[in-house]
C-alpha cells in the first residue's frame, strides 16, 4: 500500500512539474435560515479547497460547521459536514467575478440532550447534504477575490428521506488561488519565435502582409490578459512597429498564436551577409483594468540582401523596381530620347524597347557569368542563388542573364511599358507587352511566329534574348523570337511564362538604391542606333506587312502600312484612292506630320462637311488651325 502511495505522489510531483497547476482556497462565513418552523437562524462557516481547471471548473473538497439552537429549547445541534463540491465561474471583465456550484457529502448531528436523567449525555446521528449557491464578487488582485453568495441547502435526516434542516442561506466568500509547478515562474508572459523560413531582404515589402513565422505567446500570469495587441520591430531594419495580431483575451496557463510580419525599412537591403537579428515582439494587453505592455526580445534570421531561391520563378519580380531613383534617371532620359523620335503609327512600346536595348549597349552592359552562383546552374536547383539589384548591374555595366533581364524590366516598367520574363536553360527572355490584339498582330510583324499570344488576356509579348542584348536589339529580338518559337513547337522545352505586373500582387518590388549616379548614353548615337534598329525591324516585318496588303487589295491597310514604314507619299495616294472618313482622316494626318498645316486644315474641313460630328476631323483642325496661326 505504501509503494502505490508513493507511486502516486511521484507521479502527482511530475505532472505539476511539468505543467501548471491552478489551486483554490475558499473561507466563507455563512448562515442558514431553515425553513422549518422549530428552527432559527444557523451561523456557521464552510471551508473549501480544490484544483481550478480550464479558467472555469473547479473540483475539490470541503468541511464546515453549523450551530442551531431550535425555538423553544435550551438545547443547541452542532452540525458538521463535509463532501465533494464542484464549481463554475467566469470574470465577463477584468474584476467581476460571477459563480455557480454546489455540494454533495455527509453530515453529523450532535446535540447535549437529558437522556435517561444524565444531564451530560449526548445524541447525534448521520446523514447526507446538498446545498446549491451563486456567487458575484470583485477581483482585489489576481490570487484574491470578494464574494458575496446566496443558495438553497438541505442537511437531511432519515437516510435522506426526510428533511431536517434546510432553507436559504448566504454569506461572504473570501476566495484565494494560487498555482504550482513549472510554469509557475517570474516571468508572467513568455513569448517564443517560430520562422517558416529564413527572412529573405528582397521580399522585405511582403512581409508587411505575408508572415515569415510565427509569433506564440503564453500568459503565465495570475489573470486573463484582455485587449491584447501584439507587435514585432527589429530597430533600424523596421520603418515603425508592426502589428502582427490582436486577440479579446488570452486565459491564464493558455497559448496563442499570431502571424510574424514586420514593416522592414530600406536598411534590410544593407545587410550583405547571412547571419541573425536581435527584434522585439512587444505585447500591449489590459490586466484587471490597467494597461500594460511588455517587451520580448527574439533573435531573427535573415539572409543577405541579394539572396534569392528558385523555389518560385514569380519571385524574381521583387527585383524589378519602377522605383529606383536611379533607374529612373536612366530610363526617363532613354524614353524621352525616343519619344522624340517615335515613327508615326508604330507600335510605341516596340520602339521605347528599342532605346532601352539600345541604350544599355551603348553604355557598354555585357554579359557576365557569375562564376560564385551561375544562372544557368542555378535556376534548375534549391541553391541559394545570389542575384543583383538593377542597380547594381547597372554600376558594374555587366550581370548574368538573369541580373541583365531584371534591368530590362525594371528600365520598361519605370516609362509604363509593361513586361514579363522567361527563364530558360541557356537563356533569360524579357516579354514587351504590345498593347495590341492577337488580331493586330499580322498588321504590324511579318507572321506570328516568334511572339507570345496570351488568349485569355488577349495580349501580345515580343521576346528579347538576355544572351543577345550586347548585339542590340535586333540581334536579341531574333533571338527571342527563336526561342519562343523553339519552347512553343518542342515538348522538349520546359518554360514559365511570368508576368511582372501580375507576380507584383504577391512579390512586391523592392526599391534598391545607394544615392550614386548612373552613365547615360550619348542622345546623337543612341537616335542613330535606334533608327537603324527600327529601319530593320521595317525591312522585316513592316515590308512583309506591305507585300502581304498589297497582294489582298486591302488599301486601307496598305497605307496604314506604308505610313509606319515612313511612305508618306505613297501612303497619301492609297488613302486617296477611298472615299471613306477614315482615310480622308488618314490623309490629313500625314499632312500634319508632314508639316503641310494648310492642306491638311482644308482635309479635315473636308471631312466635317461630310460627317459634322467627327472627333478627329475637329480636334485634327483646332491643331492644325493653330499651326497655321
Same mark, same amino acid.
Given at each position: 500500500?505504501?509503494?502505490?502511495?508513493?507511486?502516486?505522489?511521484?507521479? /502527482?510531483?511530475?505532472?505539476?512539474?511539468?505543467?501548471?497547476?491552478?489551486?483554490?482556497?475558499?473561507? @466563507?462565513?455563512?448562515?442558514?435560515?431553515?425553513?422549518?418552523?422549530?428552527?432559527?437562524?444557523?451561523?456557521?462557516?464552510?471551508?473549501?479547497?480544490?484544483?481550478?481547471?480550464?479558467?472555469?471548473?473547479?473540483?475539490?473538497?470541503?468541511?464546515?460547521? #453549523?450551530?442551531?439552537?431550535?425555538?423553544?429549547?435550551?438545547?443547541?445541534?452542532?452540525?458538521?459536514?463535509?463532501?465533494?463540491?464542484?464549481?463554475?465561474?467566469?470574470?465577463?471583465?477584468?474584476?467581476?467575478?460571477?459563480?455557480?456550484?454546489?455540494?454533495?457529502?455527509?453530515?453529523?448531528?450532535?446535540?447535549?440532550?437529558?437522556?435517561?436523567?444524565?444531564?451530560?449525555?449526548?445524541?447525534?446521528?448521520?446523514?447526507?447534504?446538498?446545498?446549491?449557491?451563486?456567487?458575484?464578487?470583485?477581483?482585489?488582485?489576481?490570487?484574491?477575490?470578494?464574494?458575496?453568495?446566496?443558495?438553497?441547502?438541505?442537511?437531511?435526516?432519515?437516510?435522506?428521506?426526510?428533511?431536517?434542516?434546510?432553507?436559504?442561506?448566504?454569506? #461572504?466568500?473570501?476566495?484565494?488561488?494560487?498555482?504550482?509547478?513549472?510554469?509557475?515562474?517570474?516571468?508572467?508572459?513568455?513569448?517564443?519565435?517560430?520562422?517558416?523560413?529564413?527572412?529573405?531582404?528582397?521580399?522585405?515589402?511582403?512581409?508587411?502582409?505575408? *508572415?515569415? &513565422?510565427?509569433?506564440?505567446?503564453?500568459?503565465?500570469?495570475?489573470?486573463?490578459?484582455?485587449?491584447?495587441?501584439?507587435?514585432?520591430?527589429?530597430?533600424?531594419?523596421?520603418?515603425?512597429?508592426?502589428?502582427?495580431?490582436?486577440?479579446?483575451?488570452?486565459?491564464?496557463?493558455?497559448?496563442?498564436?499570431?502571424?510574424?510580419?514586420?514593416?522592414?525599412? %530600406?536598411?534590410?537591403?544593407?545587410?550583405?551577409?547571412?547571419?541573425?537579428?536581435?527584434?522585439? !515582439?512587444?505585447?500591449?494587453? @489590459?490586466?484587471?483594468?490597467?494597461?500594460?505592455?511588455?517587451?520580448?526580445?527574439?533573435?531573427?534570421?535573415?539572409?543577405?540582401?541579394?539572396?534569392?531561391?528558385?523555389?518560385?520563378?514569380?519571385?524574381?519580380?521583387?527585383?524589378?523596381?519602377?522605383?529606383?531613383?536611379?533607374?529612373?534617371?536612366?530610363?526617363?532620359?532613354?524614353?524621352?530620347?525616343?519619344?522624340?523620335?517615335?515613327?508615326? &503609327?508604330?507600335?510605341?512600346?516596340?520602339?521605347?524597347?528599342?532605346?532601352?536595348?539600345?541604350?544599355?549597349?551603348?553604355?557598354?552592359?555585357?554579359?557576365?557569368?557569375? =562564376?560564385?552562383?551561375?544562372?544557368?546552374?542555378?535556376?534548375?536547383?534549391?541553391?541559394?542563388?545570389?542575384?543583383?539589384?538593377? #542597380?547594381? +548591374?547597372?554600376?558594374?555595366?555587366?550581370?548574368?542573364? %538573369?541580373?541583365?533581364?531584371?534591368?530590362?524590366?525594371?528600365?520598361?516598367?519605370?516609362?509604363?511599358?509593361?513586361?514579363?520574363?522567361?527563364?530558360?536553360?541557356?537563356?533569360?527572355?524579357?516579354? !514587351?507587352? #504590345?498593347?495590341?490584339?492577337?488580331?493586330?498582330?499580322?498588321?504590324?510583324?511579318?507572321?506570328?511566329?516568334?511572339?507570345?499570344? %496570351?488568349?485569355?488576356?488577349?495580349?501580345?509579348?515580343?521576346?528579347?534574348?538576355?544572351? /543577345?542584348?550586347?548585339?542590340?536589339?535586333?540581334?536579341?529580338?531574333?533571338?527571342?523570337?527563336?526561342?519562343?518559337?523553339?519552347?512553343? =513547337?518542342?515538348? %522538349?522545352?520546359?518554360?514559365?511564362?511570368?508576368?511582372?505586373?501580375?507576380?507584383? +500582387?504577391?512579390?512586391?518590388?523592392?526599391?534598391?538604391?545607394?544615392?550614386?549616379? !548612373?552613365?547615360? *548614353?550619348?542622345?546623337?548615337?543612341?537616335?542613330?542606333?535606334?533608327?537603324?534598329?527600327?529601319?530593320?525591324?521595317?525591312?522585316?516585318?513592316?515590308?512583309?506587312?506591305?507585300?502581304?496588303?498589297?497582294?489582298?487589295?486591302?488599301?486601307?491597310?496598305?497605307?496604314?502600312?506604308?505610313?509606319?514604314?515612313?511612305?508618306?507619299?505613297?501612303?497619301?495616294? @492609297?488613302?486617296?484612292?477611298?472615299?471613306?472618313?477614315?482615310?480622308?482622316?488618314?490623309?490629313?494626318?500625314?499632312?500634319?506630320?508632314?508639316?503641310?498645316?494648310?492642306?491638311?486644315?482644308?482635309?479635315?474641313?473636308?471631312?466635317?462637311?461630310?460627317?459634322?460630328?467627327?472627333?478627329?476631323?475637329?480636334?485634327?483642325?483646332?491643331?492644325?488651325?493653330?499651326?497655321?496661326?
Amino acid at each position: 500500500m505504501k509503494k502505490i502511495l508513493s507511486l502516486a505522489l511521484l507521479a /502527482a510531483i511530475n505532472i505539476c512539474s511539468l505543467t501548471a497547476l491552478d489551486f483554490v482556497f475558499k473561507l @466563507e462565513p455563512v448562515v442558514i435560515f431553515p425553513r422549518e418552523e422549530y428552527m432559527s437562524f444557523a451561523p456557521g462557516a464552510v471551508v473549501s479547497g480544490g484544483i481550478d481547471l480550464f479558467n472555469l471548473l473547479t473540483i475539490g473538497g470541503e468541511g464546515g460547521y #453549523l450551530y442551531e439552537k431550535p425555538s423553544g429549547d435550551n438545547q443547541a445541534i452542532n452540525v458538521a459536514f463535509g463532501g465533494a463540491n464542484l464549481g463554475l465561474y467566469y470574470y465577463p471583465i477584468s474584476r467581476l467575478y460571477i459563480g455557480a456550484g454546489g455540494a454533495f457529502g455527509a453530515t453529523t448531528y450532535i446535540s447535549q440532550l437529558k437522556k435517561d436523567g444524565d444531564s451530560n449525555s449526548k445524541t447525534s446521528f448521520s446523514d447526507i447534504y446538498w446545498r446549491a449557491f451563486g456567487e458575484l464578487g470583485f477581483r482585489v488582485n489576481p490570487k484574491f477575490t470578494v464574494s458575496a453568495f446566496g443558495g438553497y441547502a438541505s442537511f437531511c435526516a432519515d437516510a435522506g428521506k426526510e428533511s431536517f434542516l434546510s432553507g436559504l442561506y448566504g454569506g #461572504l466568500s473570501l476566495r484565494f488561488s494560487g498555482s504550482v509547478g513549472n510554469n509557475t515562474r517570474s516571468s508572467a508572459l513568455s513569448v517564443r519565435v517560430v520562422q517558416d523560413s529564413v527572412v529573405y531582404p528582397v521580399y522585405s515589402a511582403v512581409y508587411g502582409t505575408e *508572415p515569415f &513565422g510565427t509569433i506564440y505567446l503564453r500568459n503565465d500570469d495570475g489573470a486573463e490578459l484582455r485587449n491584447v495587441n501584439v507587435y514585432f520591430r527589429i530597430n533600424r531594419y523596421t520603418a515603425g512597429t508592426k502589428l502582427c495580431g490582436s486577440a479579446s483575451r488570452i486565459n491564464r496557463h493558455s497559448t496563442m498564436t499570431f502571424p510574424l510580419c514586420a514593416d522592414f525599412s %530600406d536598411e534590410i537591403l544593407k545587410y550583405t551577409e547571412n547571419g541573425k537579428i536581435s527584434g522585439e !515582439v512587444v505585447i500591449e494587453y @489590459e490586466f484587471l483594468g490597467k494597461r500594460m505592455t511588455a517587451v520580448e526580445s527574439v533573435v531573427i534570421s535573415v539572409n543577405n540582401r541579394n539572396a534569392f531561391n528558385w523555389s518560385d520563378y514569380a519571385g524574381l519580380a521583387a527585383f524589378i523596381s519602377p522605383d529606383s531613383q536611379e533607374i529612373a534617371t536612366f530610363a526617363k532620359d532613354v524614353a524621352g530620347i525616343t519619344r522624340n523620335n517615335l515613327y508615326t &503609327g508604330m507600335n510605341a512600346n516596340l520602339q521605347y524597347a528599342v532605346g532601352m536595348v539600345e541604350g544599355l549597349r551603348l553604355i557598354g552592359m555585357n554579359y557576365s557569368a557569375d =562564376t560564385t552562383s551561375p544562372y544557368n546552374e542555378y535556376h534548375l536547383s534549391d541553391k541559394l542563388d545570389s542575384i543583383q539589384y538593377p #542597380l547594381q +548591374t547597372m554600376q558594374y555595366l555587366s550581370g548574368d542573364y %538573369d541580373e541583365l533581364g531584371i534591368l530590362l524590366c525594371s528600365c520598361l516598367q519605370t516609362v509604363n511599358v509593361p513586361t514579363g520574363f522567361m527563364p530558360l536553360d541557356d537563356d533569360f527572355l524579357v516579354l !514587351v507587352r #504590345l498593347g495590341i490584339s492577337p488580331a493586330q498582330v499580322l498588321s504590324n510583324f511579318a507572321t506570328t511566329d516568334g511572339l507570345l499570344i %496570351d488568349e485569355e488576356s488577349e495580349s501580345v509579348y515580343l521576346a528579347l534574348s538576355m544572351a /543577345a542584348l550586347s548585339k542590340g536589339f535586333t540581334a536579341s529580338f531574333k533571338a527571342g523570337s527563336e526561342a519562343v518559337a523553339k519552347c512553343l =513547337t518542342s515538348e %522538349d522545352v520546359f518554360y514559365e511564362f511570368i508576368d511582372t505586373t501580375d507576380a507584383w +500582387t504577391l512579390y512586391k518590388p523592392v526599391a534598391y538604391s545607394n544615392n550614386s549616379n !548612373v552613365t547615360l *548614353p550619348k542622345q546623337d548615337a543612341l537616335v542613330k542606333n535606334i533608327k537603324a534598329a527600327i529601319q530593320s525591324y521595317i525591312d522585316s516585318d513592316i515590308e512583309a506587312v506591305i507585300k502581304r496588303e498589297r497582294a489582298a487589295g486591302n488599301t486601307n491597310k496598305l497605307g496604314v502600312a506604308l505610313v509606319r514604314a515612313g511612305r508618306y507619299s505613297e501612303a497619301k495616294r @492609297e488613302f486617296q484612292k477611298l472615299s471613306t472618313v477614315s482615310a480622308m482622316n488618314n490623309t490629313a494626318n500625314i499632312l500634319m506630320i508632314e508639316k503641310n498645316y494648310t492642306a491638311a486644315a482644308a482635309q479635315y474641313r473636308r471631312v466635317l462637311e461630310k460627317d459634322p460630328s467627327n472627333k478627329v476631323a475637329q480636334k485634327g483642325l483646332e491643331n492644325a488651325n493653330s499651326k497655321v496661326e
